[in-house]
T-cell receptor, first 113, second 115 residues
Framework: EAGVTQSPTHLIKTRGQQATLRCSPI?????VYWYQQALGLGLQFLLW???????NRGNFPPRFSGRQFPNYSSELNVNALELEDSALYLC????????????FGPGTRLTVL | AQSVTQLGSHVSVSEGALVLLRCNYS??????LFWYVQYPNQGLQLLLK??????LVKGINDFEAEFKKSETSFHLTKPSAHMSDAAEYFC?????????????FGTGTLLAVQP
């Protein structure tokens, strides 16, 4: 069974640009989560999507947004990039109705110059 | 609100020695607790989870953890360390017992295994 996949692996942008990160969940999983792992800040919850709807949001500004498609894949968009947005962005998925285990992808390393 | 504290940002053991990584949690509801491992430049891999069943939880690669409510702890152990265990380990709690589906992570413990 294929795991969670993310693309691209690495992304380099300059300050003020927009970044789009993509995630495909495990087959059969309907929930997708996004986390940010920034140096010195640890792993922080960003967003949770389920059945195409945003269900929960972490303490991040509105320029962090996303969406979930009918096939349950997801995009994370970061507008007006700032230097401190440089981080590893991890996507996770879980089955319908599950309140426990989240399975993580390999991440996208975003570097903002 | 839920939180986790991992004691020791760096732990070093000899190959073959016992591994003990500490995690204490704070939760206003019965917690769901997890241990994840992260190898360099990779995502997180689930080692084990506690979801209110048996208090001693066995995971992959001979890791196990014991849920102790009286001590609010969920320490991770492995009887004999291998070189391949060198990685960063994260303890996590599911916010509000799983109601919001948000995982709250500790700051991580970097495990080094000496030959």
């Amino acid at each position: 069974e294929a795991g969670v996949t993310q693309s691209p692996t690495h992304l380099i942008k300059t300050r003020g640009q927009q970044a789009t990160l993509r995630c495909s969940p495990i087959s059969g999983h309907t929930s997708v989560y996004w986390y940010q792992q920034a140096l010195g800040l640890g792993l922080q919850f960003l967003l949770w999507y389920d059945e195409g709807e945003e269900r929960n949001r972490g303490n991040f500004p509105p320029r962090f947004s996303g969406r979930q498609f009918p096939n349950y894949s997801s995009e994370l968009n970061v507008n007006a990039l700032e230097l401190e947005d440089s981080a590893l962005y991890l996507c996770a998925s879980s089955p319908l109705g599950s309140t426990d285990t989240q399975y993580f992808g390999p991440g996208t390393r975003l570097t903002v110059l | 609100a839920q939180s986790v504290t991992q004691l020791g940002s760096h732990v070093s053991v000899s190959e073959g020695a016992l591994v003990l990584l500490r995690c204490n949690y704070s939760s206003s509801v019965p917690p769901y607790l997890f241990w994840y491992v992260q190898y360099p430049n990779q995502g997180l891999q689930l080692l084990l989870k506690y979801t209110s069943a048996a208090t001693l939880v066995k995971g992959i690669n001979d890791f196990e953890a014991e849920f102790k409510k009286s001590e609010t702890s969920f320490h991770l152990t492995k009887p004999s360390a291998h070189m391949s265990d060198a990685a960063e380990y994260f303890c996590a709690v599911s916010d509000e017992g799983g109601a919001t589906n948000k995982l709250i992570f500790g700051t991580g413990t970097l495990l080094a295994v000496q030959p």
